[in-house]
């Protein structure tokens, strides 16, 4: 299973793909045009230690999980963090995962001090890749009309076009399993399984979903985490014997990667049952 991490600028993506994979990839912007930040992490199963206990193998192979930690969205000089626009290797990145993880800020923007807010945050990115779905939608439509014999593909493709006019991601479009293997070579980001992670600071690391967002994301059918990044890659970076402690200082019963992992093979098996 790929993960790809993405979110607007000063959101703390860098900081929450540490926390995720125990990396320590240099937080605050990426140098390099189109690079992004790459980690794996084998996910704990009770289930393969217990096969393994049984059957002794040479060697226990767990699932994984590949993280893609993808750069924010460009932002134009004097722009707010959230007025941005997916460039094009971002977006061609993107379609490589099987998932994909918004991380939304939760704490004040540290370069402007502007409140957090993210309803605002999650509609943006929602309309990003709505956009870029019709826009794709709309160029192979306007080739298959001068085509013969493309009428089931036309007809496919107009109720996509008919769920992103409505604002409405292509995820929650009933379809059947010939017309899902259909879509599946155009890459559409909205068809992705989606995962909300509010990132924030310490102090709000128990408090919750703000108010609004649990009806926005019961709305849209998204789950939604909330994990300091900050906190969490300090724990990340210890040893796992110290690790307990941290957590039942803080109060956190477990470490943002164990709730993560469960949450998105509940989001992954929903959504290929859902297909």
């Known amino acids: 299973m790929k993960a790809g991490i993405a979110g607007f600028p000063r959101s703390g993506k860098t900081t929450i793909f540490n926390a995720l ?10 140098t390099e045009p189109g690079k992004v930040h790459l980690g794996a992490i084998k996910v704990p199963d009770a289930r393969v230690d217990r096969l393994s206990e049984i059957f002794r193998p040479r060697k226990t192979t767990y699932a994984e999980i590949v993280f893609v930690d993808f750069p924010a969205p460009a932002r134009e000089e004097g722009a707010s963090a959230h007025a941005t626009a997916l460039d094009t290797t971002t977006l061609a990145q993107m379609r490589e995962s099987d998932a994909l993880v918004q991380v939304v800020r939760g704490f004040p923007d540290p370069i402007t001090g502007a409140l957090a807010n993210p309803a605002r945050d999650i509609d943006s990115f929602k309309s990003e ?3 870029n779905d019709l826009v794709l939608i709309e160029k192979r439509l306007e080739r298959l009309r001068k085509e013969k014999g493309k009428e089931a593909e036309i007809g496919l493709l107009t109720r996509c076009k008919t769920s992103l006019d409505a604002e409405q991601p292509l995820r929650r479009l009933d379809l ?24 924030v600071g310490e102090a709000d690391v128990r408090a919750g979903l703000p108010a609004g967002v649990p009806e926005l994301l019961a709305a849209e059918g998204l789950q939604g985490l909330v994990l300091s990044g900050q906190i969490e890659m300090e724990i990340a970076a210890l040893e796992p014997e110290d690790r307990r402690a941290f957590l039942d200082d803080l109060g956190i019963s477990e470490a943002a990667r164990e709730r993560f ?3 998105a093979y509940e989001l992954l098996d929903q959504f290929s049952h859902h297909r």
């Open 129 to 131: 890749l709505l956009l």
């Open 21 to 30: 994979t125990g990396q320590h990839a240099s937080v605050g912007g990426f």
């Open 261 to 263: 992992i469960r949450a």
């Open 176 to 199: 059947s399993s010939e017309e899902a293997t259909a879509l599946a070579g155009f890459g559409f980001l909205s068809r992705r399984p989606l995962m909300l992670v509010l990132n």
